[in-house]
Antibody, heavy 124, light 103 residues
Framework: QVQLVESGGGVVQPGRSLRLSCAGP????????VHWVRQAPGKGLEWVAA????????FYADSVKGRFTISRDKSKNTLYLQMNSLRAEDTAVYFC?????????????????WGQGTTVIVSS | IVLTQSPGTLYLSPGERATLSCRAS???????IAWYQQRPGQAPRLLIS???SRATGIPDRFSGSGSATEFTLTISGLEPEDFAMYYC?????FGGGTKVEVK
C-alpha cells in the first residue's frame, strides 16, 4: 500500500522561504506524477503544483508561479516543494498526492493517494 | 476553466439521495473529471475518476455521470459517514465544494 508522508511545515515570516518534503517509501516515483494541493483554513482545495512521472515537466498554479518550485529525488523516494517569497495567503495545509494514471504525460486524471498534510503558517 | 459546484450546502437525512452538481465554464473531457470526499480533519479521498468510474474500495452507492459542461455525483442512500465535503476536479482545477449536512 503506497503511503505518502509530508513534513517541513511550520511558522515562517512573510518574505522568507520554506521547503516541504513528501516521502513515499516504496512509492514508484519514476512511474507516477505527483501533486501538491493546499487548503487554507476553512477554505476549499487549491491545486498548487505537479511534476510529471519522468520529472521532465512541472506545472504550477498562477498564484505560486515564480515563487514555488516542485522537484523530486528518485533515489530518496521524496518529493519537494521549495516555497520562496512566502505571503500570508500561502497559509494552508499542504498535501502531496499521487497521480492516478501511470506514466501520464499530463497529470490530469485525478489523485488516488494522499498524505495527511503539513501545516504552513506565514505570519510576522 | 472555472468549476462551479452547487448547491453550496445540501441538507438531507440519512437514507436520502444526494445529487451534487459540478458545472464547467466550457466543455471539458470527461477523462479529466474526478470527485473527492473530505471529512473534517482528514485528507481528501478519491471517489470517482473519468467522470463515472468508482475508485478502489468506494461503495456502489456513489455514482458519477455527465459530459461536456455538466457533471453529477449521486449518493443513493446516505450513510452517516457520507456527511462531508465533496469536491469536483477537472485536470488541475478544483470546484468550490458542496457540503452535505444532516437535516
Amino acid at each position: 500500500q503506497v503511503q505518502l508522508v509530508e513534513s517541513g511545515g511550520g511558522v515562517v515570516q512573510p518574505g522568507r522561504s520554506l521547503r516541504l518534503s513528501c516521502a513515499g517509501p516504496g512509492f514508484p516515483f519514476g512511474r507516477f506524477g505527483v501533486h501538491w494541493v493546499r487548503q487554507a483554513p476553512g477554505k476549499g482545495l487549491e491545486w498548487v503544483a505537479a511534476i510529471s512521472y519522468d520529472g521532465s515537466n512541472q506545472f504550477y498554479a498562477d498564484s505560486v508561479k515564480g515563487r514555488f518550485t516542485i522537484s523530486r529525488d528518485k533515489s530518496k523516494n521524496t518529493l519537494y516543494l521549495q516555497m520562496n517569497s512566502l505571503r500570508a495567503e500561502d497559509t494552508a495545509v499542504y498535501f502531496c498526492a499521487k497521480e492516478r494514471v501511470v506514466a501520464a504525460v499530463l497529470p490530469y486524471y485525478g489523485m488516488d493517494v494522499w498524505g495527511q498534510g503539513t501545516t504552513v503558517i506565514v505570519s510576522s | 476553466i472555472v468549476l462551479t459546484q452547487s448547491p453550496g450546502t445540501l441538507y438531507l437525512s440519512p437514507g436520502e439521495r444526494a445529487t451534487l452538481s459540478c458545472r464547467a465554464s466550457q466543455s471539458v473531457s470527461s477523462s479529466y473529471i474526478a470527485w473527492y470526499q473530505q471529512r473534517p480533519g482528514q485528507a481528501p479521498r478519491l471517489l470517482i475518476s473519468g467522470a463515472s468510474s468508482r475508485a478502489t474500495g468506494i461503495p456502489d452507492r456513489f455514482s458519477g455521470s455527465g459530459s461536456a459542461t455538466e457533471f453529477t455525483l449521486t449518493i443513493s442512500g446516505l450513510e452517516p459517514e457520507d456527511f462531508a465535503m465533496y469536491y469536483c476536479q477537472q485536470s488541475l482545477t478544483f470546484g468550490g465544494g458542496t457540503k452535505v449536512e444532516v437535516k
